[in-house]
């Protein structure tokens, strides 16, 4: 029975291969009505990511550390991690649930997590693959008010509530 569980533990992972971030960005923006906008970004982008052959078998988690988020206006960052929870809440998250291909590149379904919130969200994708590199470039929108967020205002300045976020994420199979 032992030598039937292994044999069965290890088939599977002939089928699954893990994929690795080569390289990766994620960037927000917001605007600031009446001043000026907010984009930041990070550079330290992780994932743990598994694939059986084609594109559309690709699941699991790209995530990142709230405290890499960094913006051009640091005196404003610190009002963002105060703003995401980020003693609380560690790290945001993106969980790809299933990737369908459509007419003209890919829907990415996945769920978000962010101030401890999950929400359902499709994402559209340009995936494409050449030498066992895959690339994942697109972008979404989300309002802060649907992770339980308020948008802050300091004295008439008030931060839009619609978040852009953009990516680029190198994959290697």
């Known amino acids: ?18 994929l690795t971030i080569t390289q990766g960005e994620i960037t927000a923006h917001t605007e600031v009505f009446g001043d000026s906008e ?13 694939i059986d052959d ?23 960052d610190a009002h963002m991690y105060e703003l995401l929870n980020e003693p609380k809440f560690k ?36 995936i494409t693959e050449q030498n066992n590199q895959i690339l994942f ?10 992770f339980n967020l308020e948008p802050p205002t300091m004295f008439f300045l008030t931060v839009r509530n619609q978040i852009d976020i953009s990516y680029k994420i190198d994959l290697k199979r």
């Open 1 to 18: 029975m032992y030598k039937l569980a292994l044999i069965l533990i290890l088939s599977l992972g002939a089928f699954a291969n893990s």
């Open 91 to 126: 790290t945001i998250s993106f969980d790809i649930k299933n990737i369908v291909k459509n007419d003209t590149n890919y829907d990415i379904n996945g769920v978000v997590t962010l101030n401890g919130v999950s929400k359902d969200i499709t994402v559209k994708s340009n």
């Open 38 to 50: 907010i984009n930041p970004a990070t550079k330290d982008v992780k994932a743990d990511l598994s």
């Open 54 to 76: 084609k594109i559309e078998s690709i699941k699991g988690k790209i995530y990142f550390d709230t405290l890499s988020l960094v913006s051009q206006k640091k005196d404003r």
């Open 137 to 146: 470039d697109g972008g979404f929108s989300f309002n802060l008010t649907d």
